[in-house]
């Protein structure tokens, strides 16, 4: 067990001083937007540790993953506003995915800016909203502003925390990215706790029908 952790502690030294990691960042960053299991916050706490142990600039680590992002989530758009037709009748062949659609694309034009910037935050739903802004026409200079806030904050505070846990632990690197993952997965929960709460707090205040 000791030597697999030596191996680990190993492999992420290198991975954060290689010169690669900024390219490997942005493509993270960009994927994630389109396929949701790519780990691009585990990559930006990585570059946030690497910036914290003098490898990486950390202005530079929370550009590049916005860049990547915001690219990725464009091309999301785009995508769902080529597909629109298809991805109706998608929706309409089940029930819920038809009242989630009907639900997500209310919400956009209602107040598209506020569910631009935090979606991110909620577990699969950045994706389902790109898609639909674009497939319900949703203005994209509209759409691109507020992503850029979106992803400015986010971003930023996923490198900081990868900052934070590289500086608190710069003597274990392995420990210093547990540290951050485990800090940042509190955070997220917190979040979606809060606004499960708020959602059904919402709910019960509306008349019954």
């Known amino acids: 067990m000791t030597e697999l952790m030596e191996v680990a502690r190993h492999l992420l030294g290198i991975a ?16 994630d937007a389109v396929f949701p299991v790519v780990p691009s916050e585990g990559m930006v706490i990585t570059a946030g540790m690497a910036a ?17 992002s915001v690219i990725g989530e464009s091309a999301c758009y785009f995508l769902g506003r080529g597909s629109g037709p298809v991805l109706h009748r998608w929706m309409r ?39 639909t802004a674009g497939a319900t026409r949703y203005s994209f200079k509209k759409f691109l502003v ?3 806030f979106g992803v400015t904050i986010a971003y930023t505070y996923v490198a900081l925390l990868g900052y934070l846990g590289g500086d608190a632990f710069a003597h274990d690197q392995l420990k210093g990215l547990a540290f951050s993952l485990g800090l940042a997965a509190v955070i997220g929960l917190v979040i979606e706790t809060a606004r499960r709460i708020a959602v059904k707090r919402r709910a019960a205040k509306l008349p019954a029908a």
């Open 52 to 68: 914290a142990a003098g490898h990486q600039n950390l202005l530079l680590v929370i550009a590049v993953a916005m860049a990547g």
């Open 146 to 148: 507020f992503t850029f």
């Open 93 to 131: 062949r089940q029930e819920r995915r038809q009242q989630l659609y009907d639900k997500v694309a209310t919400a956009l034009h209602a107040r598209g800016g506020l569910i631009l910037m935090t979606v991110r935050y909620i577990p699969g739903a950045r994706m389902v909203a790109t898609l």
């Open 16 to 31: 954060m001083a290689s010169h690669w990691l900024l390219l490997i960042l942005f493509a993270a960053a960009a994927l």
